[in-house]
């Protein structure tokens, strides 16, 4: 385990940040990163190739709650970004960098899901329309097909709300976890329809944030519990707990080398090396 940063990982403290979380790295040398979200409401790109560590750009968010949000590449340095709206409810789709309003989603008239708590853009091979998996604070997931504006599926997954997510495209399969004491692992079929698939105990309740291996092999959780604790993918079985950090850990990354990096509210960054990818 070392301290610090490697291109692929973002270390980089923001003085404002009530509760750190990394979007990504455009590029594969870490160049133009993304980080969110701040106190001031703004989400701040930064150049960190070749060694340099400088804000290039700023996108001025309207909501300052825990929501964290997501990119996703759309070709040569264009990209979607989902951020949470200014209203309780919505969420925001921007086209980056040039800052233009793709949509504001808004929840069914008769759904009451209160404010989204974390984001994942995603589309398949397949199709070039994006994607998102939204968390809410009433626990529940949904899908959104964003070209449409429209959710297509929303499931119960939690009976606190949803504090992180990922999603494996390739296997149409995600979890969550949440203010309990669970993770939940649910599944999306050809019609487009969310199904819970199970419910995995956890030692301690509160998860802030959840993150699957590029290689689809091990998950990594974020915890309330000062440690990050690895599963197995496919089986869901624990692998390791790791012990470092002496405050909550707020969130969890992978780079595509298989490192693993974990923020905390103790101001320190962690990054791992575990199960090296064969």
Not at 8 to 15: A, C, K, R, S, T
Not at 34 to 52: N, T
């Amino acid at each position: 385990m070392e301290e610090g940063s490697r291109p692929g990982l973002l270390g980089i403290p923001h003085p404002q940040m009530e509760r750190s979380s990394t979007l990504g790295c455009l590029g594969a040398q870490a160049a133009l990163v993304p980080v969110h979200q701040g106190r001031d409401l703004k989400l701040c790109l930064w150049d960190l190739a070749e060694g340099r560590n400088a804000v290039v750009d700023s996108v001025g968010l309207e909501s300052v709650g825990f929501c964290r949000g997501s990119i996703l590449a759309r070709g040569q340095q264009r990209w979607m970004l989902a951020v949470p709206g200014g209203g309780s409810d919505e969420i925001q789709i921007l086209e980056m960098p040039s800052k233009t309003s793709v949509c504001t989603l808004k929840p069914e008239a008769d759904a009451k899901p209160g404010m989204p708590m974390c984001l994942e853009l995603w589309q398949t091979d397949s199709s070039p329309r994006p994607c998102l998996l939204a968390g809410y604070e009433d626990g529940s997931v949904a899908l959104w097909d964003v070209s449409e504006r429209k959710v297509c599926s929303r499931i119960a997954c939690h009976t606190e709300p949803v504090m992180g997510l990922d999603f494996d495209s390739q296997k149409a399969r995600g979890v969550s976890g949440s203010a309990e004491k669970a993770l939940a692992v649910w599944s999306l079929d050809e019609q487009q329809a969310l199904q819970v698939r199970g419910k995995h105990e956890l030692t301690n309740p509160g998860i802030s944030d959840v993150k699957i291996r590029p290689d689809r092999k091990i998950l990594a959780t974020a915890g309330w519990d000062h440690r990050v604790r690895v599963f197995h993918w496919r089986t869901m079985k624990p692998l390791a707990v790791l012990a470092f950090h002496s405050a909550v850990v707020h969130c969890v990354a992978f780079a595509a080398d298989g490192l693993l990096a974990a923020g905390s509210r103790d101001h320190r960054i962690s990054i791992w090396s575990l199960y090296p990818r064969s």
